[in-house]
């Protein structure tokens, strides 16, 4: 895709949601860190459910130590790998506490030493939290990166090198929510929505459906 043709593929995207925010529902950094954690392989839907609950109890990390690893697995059990990420969160809250008084830190090597936290978390907490114009690429910004030649890579993190490369600077910020929202809402793997999609004429996807 040509620079002139990703300056105009993102402007559509803007057009189209001019404020995106993330689906996760959160209060604060630490909130946010905890259902980012809780969303690896589960819906949005699903964590909100269960931090509905959760962060009434435990909104903070001083509450989640209090709530303890088995209140708190009784908390999320309805989300996969519930057992491993509970265990994470409260390895991390303990971490937080202990070397950032309780704070998040705004910095990608303290994010990534703290337990169940990747890159991708990494980045996802760095954009929504702190405003830092970062991409986490999931599933579907790797897939709509890919299928519309806007930033094609074999790996997560190619793609997002190449993302960060061509995305016109006044775009970055809200980038990663842009291209997430698309591949759910639009861009889907199985059924996309190609009739309706703001972004259609400056695809490279070959195999566009008509309807």
């Known amino acids: 895709m040509t620079p002139a043709a990703c300056a105009q593929f993102y402007a559509a995207l803007a057009a189209a949601n001019p404020a995106p925010r993330s689906e996760l529902e959160y ?9 980012v954690i809780l969303s690896a392989q589960a819906t949005d839907k699903s964590v909100n459910l269960a931090t509905a609950g959760l962060f ?32 994470h969160i409260i390895a991390a809250t303990r971490m937080l506490i202990e070397r950032h008084g309780g704070e998040v830190p705004s910095d990608r090597a303290s994010l990534e030493a703290l337990p169940g936290v990747g890159r991708k978390t990494a980045n996802v907490v760095l954009n929504a939290a702190f405003g830092a114009a970062t991409i986490a690429v999931d599933t579907h910004i790797f897939r709509v990166a890919n299928r519309t030649g806007l930033a094609p890579g074999r790996t997560p993190r190619a793609v997002e090198d190449r993302l960060l490369a061509v995305t016109p600077a006044r775009f970055r910020q809200h980038a990663h929510h842009w291209l997430l929202l698309h591949g759910r809402y639009t861009c889907k793997a199985r059924r996309p929505g190609c009739p309706r999609c703001p972004v259609r004429r400056w695809c490279a996807w070959p195999d566009k459906v008509s309807a």
């Open 27 to 35: 209060h604060s950094p630490y909130q946010l860190l905890v259902a």
């Open 56 to 87: 009434r109890v435990a909104p903070d990390p001083a509450s989640m130590l209090a709530l303890g690893l088995a209140g708190l697995r009784r908390r999320i059990r309805t989300i996969g790998l519930f057992n491993a990420k509970a265990r």
